[in-house]
């Protein structure tokens, strides 16, 4: 049988920790009197933190010391981690069970691809952290995806050529970075915002076992 390498994004795609990046972000905004909203949030997507918070004052025309500053971005971690550490099963996204068990049960390689530096700790509340062969997050990593270098690693780390590897990815970003990779490229998400995939599907109910198998024996 042939095998290949699947590579998986976590956030958005496994689980979904924006929720609690934004009740942290906006608690934060709240304290120092600025206020928050979801519309704002979207804008530090994929943002580091410093310049999360360097927009958040901004939008308050609010100004601190170094300090206070150094202070508010270990809150805000602290904050995040608290709610992952309440994560449990019930937060895996539909369907990603049945793929992830169905890989493992056709001795495919699988592997995470993730900027979080809290990856690990995430798989293992969710139960999932079995179903990987290699974790690759924010830890092993020096550059941001559209660069290719986390599903690069991913790839050696299953040890498969690039071209046998296939990405799921949530962001453009991501799709992008894959494809930068030589790898086949599949969006979870809207159509429209990813373009770039190869095959895009709202989410893990409309991906079948017969288009893994597909993608197995190509």
């Known amino acids: 049988m042939n095998t290949k390498g699947f590579i998986f994004d976590l956030d958005g795609v496994i689980v979904d920790t924006a929720k609690y990046h934004f009740l942290a972000w906006k608690k934060l905004a709240n304290s120092i009197d600025v206020d928050f909203t979801e519309t704002q949030n979207e804008q530090l997507k994929g943002v580091s933190r410093v310049k999360s918070l360097e927009k958040i004052l901004s939008w308050g025309n609010k100004t601190i010391s170094e300090d206070e500053f150094m202070a508010l971005m270990a809150k805000k971690n602290d ?31 699988v592997a995470l691809g993730s900027a979080s530096k809290n990856a690990r700790k995430i798989l293992q509340k969710v139960n999932l952290i079995s179903n990987f062969q290699a974790i690759v997050d924010g830890n092993d990593v020096s550059k941001a995806k559209p660069d290719p270098e986390v599903f690069l690693i991913g790839a050696k780390a299953l040890n498969q050529k690039p071209e046998n590897c296939i990405v799921f990815e949530d962001s453009v970003a991501g799709v992008q970075a894959a494809n930068n990779a030589n790898m086949i490229s599949i969006g979870i998400g809207d159509k429209t915002v990813l373009s770039e995939a190869d095959y895009v599907f709202k989410d893990f109910t409309e991906i079948s076992i017969e288009f893994i198998e597909e993608l197995i024996k190509k």
């Open 79 to 109: 904050d995040y981690l608290s709610y992952i550490d309440k994560m449990g099963e019930s937060e895996i996204l539909p369907d990603v069970p049945k793929i992830l068990n169905h890989l493992n049960e056709s001795n495919q390689g």
